[in-house]
């Protein structure tokens, strides 16, 4: 089952991946999810993912948790997607996006609760903008770093090395078929800090080769180059993007190959042993230790510092949801929810 996110907070504002998760294929059935507070959302979203295990499920993850926020399952050509928070859904999409299902009867809250709840989801959308605001804070030093280290970049050697990958690593194993570049969230920054699904990566990876580097600058070059050549020798591969910039890639993976490269530091260790690991550093014309000066591991320093904080910003987002969602809890109703996946399993089953 491959796990991916649906949104992430970036420099750049919630980035929603739901323009790219679906693209409008005629042949898939879609389903849109409306209704229902976040409990029995989330035992629908269950429910189904039990009922079609099996089924070549992927699964999508909203940023403040690891609930599902929506489903695609491959062996039915079929997506099921929430239409809510940061997962809006554009109206002038055509076709299957007409196939609204209501997992629960509306219901009328009462007027002191309504003001409660609106209460608690601006504050919530607040500390989401903030956490934001943090991470362009955060990207605005990261370009400061980039400039640093760049003066020092050996670019014959990194153009050599990237054109070695390119042509050993891709084009000599590359297949016949064609494809083009899909753009799947595999981290995001939640409660508990940056969180990559890297059981999806290991699992369309055989081997992955890491670039190691504390500034980014070297790993953002290569992965970047690497990824425009893919697109244009139609080579089929996944982008994962960075906090920072949904442009970056932090995983390019490339799945009819069973390969995969990353970027990582110090604060971001790989949980698997990569096939190959790449030293930054080595591209630079002064070795490590001249290279991180006192300026650059003052202004990494910095760059973390905000990180944290928008993962705190998440986190008082996140219990902001929790309240509000506990003032739902006489009015949920599971039971209906569960049905709901079940008559939608059989319609799809059929």
Request: aromatic share 12%; net charge neutral.
């Amino acid at each position: 089952m491959e796990k991916y996110f649906s949104c992430m907070l970036s420099g750049n504002g919630c980035y929603s991946a739901y323009s790219v998760i679906y693209k409008n294929d005629p042949t898939s059935h879609v389903y849109i999810i409306s209704d229902g507070d976040d409990l029995e959302r989330a035992v629908f979203f269950k429910r189904l993912i039990k009922n079609f295990r099996g089924y070549g499920i992927s699964v999508f993850n909203p940023f403040y948790d690891g609930a599902a926020d929506g489903i695609y399952i491959k062996n039915t050509n079929t997506y099921v997607l929430s239409d809510g928070g940061s997962n809006r859904i554009s109206p002038v999409l055509p076709g299957a996006w007409e196939k609204y299902i209501s997992i629960v009867p509306s219901k009328n809250y009462p007027m002191q609760l309504q003001r409660e709840i609106i209460m608690h989801k601006l504050r919530e959308k607040s500390f989401y903008k903030k956490g934001c605001e943090m991470l362009k804070t955060a990207s605005t030093i990261k370009d400061k770093i980039h400039a640093e280290t760049a003066d020092s970049l050996d670019e014959e050697k990194l153009i050599g090395f990237i054109r070695r990958f390119c042509l050993r690593t891709l084009k000599e194993n590359h297949e016949q078929s064609k494809g083009n570049g899909t753009v799947r969230l595999l981290s995001s920054v939640t409660p508990l800090g940056l969180h990559t699904h890297y059981e999806t990566v290991f699992d369309m990876c055989d081997e992955v080769t890491n670039i190691r580097d504390s500034t980014d600058f070297v790993g953002a070059v290569i992965m970047g180059i690497i990824r425009d050549y893919a697109a244009a020798e139609k080579i089929p591969f996944i982008m994962s993007p960075t906090y920072f910039s949904s442009a970056i890639p932090q995983f390019l993976i490339f799945p009819s190959l069973g390969t995969g490269v990353t970027v990582s530091d110090e604060s971001h260790i790989l949980p698997f042993e990569p096939r190959r690991t790449v030293n930054a550093y080595r591209f630079l014309y002064e070795n490590e230790k001249t290279v991180q000066t006192d300026k650059i591991r003052a202004l990494i320093d910095i760059e973390k510092r905000f990180i944290d904080r928008s993962v705190m910003s998440v986190y008082e987002g996140r219990d902001e949801r929790y309240k509000y969602n506990s003032l739902l809890e006489g009015f949920s109703d599971p039971d209906t929810a569960k049905k709901s996946a079940d008559d939608l399993t059989e319609k799809i089953m059929t």
